[in-house]
C-alpha cells in the first residue's frame, strides 16, 4: 500500500508539471501559486484539526512544518511553474530525474547518512544529463498557447532543477513530520502556509488580471491542477512515506519523469530530440543507481 501510494503520488507530480504549461501561459506565475493554494485551502479545512492521538505540536514542529511548505510547497511551486514556462515538459521531466540523487545528498548533509559508489555515480549521470540540456534546442509544442519554445530554456532548466532541489528538502523534512503529524494534518497546514506566503504578490496579480478572459477549460484545469498538486500528491506522499525510509521512498522518483515526458510528448505535442532522449536516458540510469541500494539490505543495514 505505502509504495503504491508513493508511486501514485510522483506519477501525479510528474503529470502536473507537464500540464501546468497551458495554465503558465494563461495566468502569472505568482498569481497561480495563489489560487491553487486558495482551490485546495476551501477543499481541505477539515484536515486541519488535529486527530485525538496526535500529540500537541512543538515549537520544533511548527518550525519544520512552515520550512515543509517554504521549500517543499511555495518555492517549488514557483520554481517548477516559472521552470516549466521557459523550458519543454520533457526537458523539465528529465531534470526532475535528479531527484533522487539531491534526496541522497540531503540525506548524506542532514540525516548523516553516506554515499555509496553507486550514488556518486548517479549524481554523476545526473550532472551530464541536465548538462547535455543545455545543448539541445527548444522544440515548439503544436499545441498553441502552451508556451513550450522560449528564448531563454536554459533558465527554465535552472529553475526547475532549484524545484529539484526544494523537492529533496520536502522528503527529508517531510520523513521527519511524519513521525509527529497524520498526513492529512502535514497536507493541509503546508497548504495553508503557502496560500498566506503567496497571497501579497497573489492579490497584487489579481487586482490587474482580466479572469473573464479565461477559457472554461483552463478554470478546470487548475482546478485539477490545485487539488492534485496540494492534496492528492502531498497526502499520498506522506502516507508512504511515513512507512518507508525516506532513501528508499526516492525510488519511486522515477515516476515523475516519466509520467512529465510522456504527457509533454502524448497531450502538449513535443517532440524528443536525439540530445534530449540521451539526456533523459542518462537520467533514469542515474535514478536506478541512486535508488537500487536502498532496495537491498546487507549485514542488517541499508547501504544508503
Not at 71 to 77: A, D, M, R, T, Y
Not at 184 to 192: A, E, M
Not at 200 to 207: D, K, Q, S, T, V
Not at 266 to 291: C, I
Request: include cysteine; aromatic fraction near 10%.
Amino acid at each position: 500500500m505505502a509504495y503504491g501510494c508513493l508511486a501514485l503520488s510522483m506519477s501525479l507530480v510528474g503529470c502536473y508539471v507537464a500540464l501546468s504549461k497551458p495554465l503558465v501561459a494563461a495566468f502569472p506565475v505568482l498569481l497561480l501559486a495563489w489560487l491553487r493554494f486558495g482551490i485546495a485551502a476551501l477543499a481541505m479545512p477539515h484536515w486541519l484539526r488535529r486527530a485525538p492521538d496526535e500529540p500537541p505540536m512543538t515549537a520544533r514542529t511548527r518550525w519544520l512544518v512552515f520550512l515543509e511548505s517554504f521549500l517543499g510547497n511555495f518555492l517549488f511551486s514557483i520554481c517548477m511553474l516559472f521552470g516549466v514556462s521557459l523550458t519543454s515538459a520533457v526537458s523539465a521531466g528529465v531534470i526532475m530525474a535528479s531527484i533522487p540523487a539531491a534526496v541522497a545528498v540531503a540525506s548524506w548533509l542532514f540525516l548523516r547518512e553516506r554515499i555509496t559508489l553507486r550514488i556518486g555515480l548517479a549524481i554523476l549521470c545526473a550532472a551530464i544529463g541536465i548538462g547535455l540540456l543545455a545543448l539541445a534546442p527548444a522544440h515548439a509544442s503544436a499545441h498553441p498557447g502552451t508556451g513550450a519554445s522560449s528564448s531563454m530554456p536554459w533558465l527554465g532548466n535552472l529553475l526547475v532543477f532549484c524545484a529539484v532541489l526544494c523537492e529533496a528538502a520536502y522528503a527529508v523534512i517531510g520523513k521527519s513530520l511524519t513521525g509527529r503529524l497524520g498526513p492529512k494534518r502535514i497536507s493541509s497546514l503546508i497548504n495553508l502556509w503557502g496560500f498566506v506566503l503567496s497571497t501579497p504578490l497573489g492579490i497584487w496579480f489579481a487586482l490587474q488580471f482580466d479572469f473573464a478572459a479565461v477559457r472554461l477549460g483552463l478554470w478546470l484545469l487548475l482546478v485539477a491542477y490545485a487539488l492534485a498538486a496540494s492534496i492528492w500528491t502531498v497526502w499520498l506522499w506522506m502516507t508512504g512515506l511515513r512507512h518507508i525510509p525516506a532513501a528508499q521512498a526516492g525510488v519511486f522518483a522515477v515516476m515523475l519523469p516519466v509520467s512529465a515526458a510522456l504527457v509533454g510528448v502524448l497531450v502538449l505535442g513535443e517532440s524528443l530530440s536525439l540530445v534530449q532522449l540521451f539526456a533523459f536516458a542518462l537520467a533514469l540510469a542515474g535514478v536506478f543507481l541512486a535508488t537500487w541500494p536502498a532496495r537491498r539490505r546487507q549485514n542488517g543495514r541499508s547501504p544508503l
